[in-house]
């Protein structure tokens, strides 16, 4: 069975700091998908990013940044000089070929003024 | 704008009730995803069509059911309504059943149940 843990469950930082949010999944499978999502106070569901289990490059995309591990089934997002409408709850997501998408529960990040 | 449609944005309703939450996929998505997110909690599958088929059935109560039309569109029918049942649900949509795809969400439908 699949499974995504994300162990923070509520990160406050303030306005201009660095935040990483931690993303650890389990799968026997070899091919797998992994997303992060973004659900902004409003209620959508946002499509940040999907990685593959045979890319295990890093990706950057503006201030936010993603580092696949393999070795430590792990998939962090880290926000760089966060701000404040970077506040939301931000899923990791996990996707077997065949099967289903699981969510992890979710990481509420506040950004402070 | 994710090109998912989800009617309607919101719904009030009484317990012992029944309710049809209706979604339009993205223009060549053929997969259709429901999850259930009830107040400070996950998302929880309940179930994905694919091309009119039904593909993975999650946790859905044997009250709910679901059905995706030849023109692609869902509905996801709620019967007779607990307390709750109170959540926001998510349709998605993918152009792939497998999993291999993102998914793209809908607004949601929150319905509350009184």
């Known amino acids: 069975a699949q499974k995504v843990t994300q162990a923070q469950t509520e990160i406050s930082v303030v306005e201009k700091e660095d935040v990483t949010l931690d993303c650890v999944y389990e799968t026997r499978d070899t091919t797998y998908y992994l997303f992060w999502y973004k659900q902004p106070p409003s209620g959508e569901l946002v499509f940040l990013i999907r990685?593959?289990?045979?890319?295990?490059q890093n990706e950057i995309s503006g201030r936010y940044s993603w580092n696949f591990q393999k070795s430590t089934s792990s998939f962090n997002f880290t926000i760089t000089a966060s701000q404040v409408v970077d506040s939301a709850v931000y899923f990791c997501a996990l996707s077997v070929r065949g099967q289903n998408f699981v969510f992890g529960p979710g990481t509420r990040l506040s950004v402070l003024p | 704008d994710s090109g998912v449609t989800q009617t309607p944005k919101h719904l009030i309703t009484a317990t012992g009730q029944r309710v049809t939450l209706r979604c339009s996929p993205r223009s060549g998505d053929l997969s259709v995803y429901w999850y259930q997110q009830s107040l400070d909690q996950g998302l929880q599958f309940l179930i994905q069509?694919?091309?009119?088929?039904?593909?993975a059935k999650g946790n859905i109560l044997e009250r709910f059911s679901a059905q995706q039309f030849p023109d692609l569109h869902s509905e996801l029918n709620l019967s007779s309504l607990e307390l709750g049942d109170s959540a926001l649900y998510f349709c998605a949509s993918s152009p792939r059943w497998e999993g291999a795809g993102e998914l793209f969400f809908g607004e949601g439908s929150r319905l509350t149940v009184l």
């Open positions: 069509y694919y091309n009119g088929e039904e593909r």
């Open positions: 990685r593959n289990s045979f890319d295990e």
